[in-house]
């Protein structure tokens, strides 16, 4: 896995980001986010370009959730 970062920069991991470490990356490794996920259309982009794993707290995981159950129901 590679990851984007703790979390805590300033900025957080964005879409283009992750599609750039995938890139780099190929299939040899898995990309993660941190930082910057903070609702379902911003992970669904991350996903769309290759991240696999999303680095969130609680109460963002839970928002998220509510809202793909909202959008998916």
Known sequence: ???????????????????????????RCGVKAAGGVRTLATLLDMYAVGTRRFGI??????????EAATRFA
């Open 1 to 27: 896995w590679v990851k984007t970062g703790t979390g805590w920069a300033p900025t957080g991991a964005t879409v283009e980001r992750c599609a750039l470490m995938k890139k780099a990356v190929g299939d």
């Open 57 to 66: 707290g609680v109460k963002t995981a839970r928002a998220i959730l509510d």
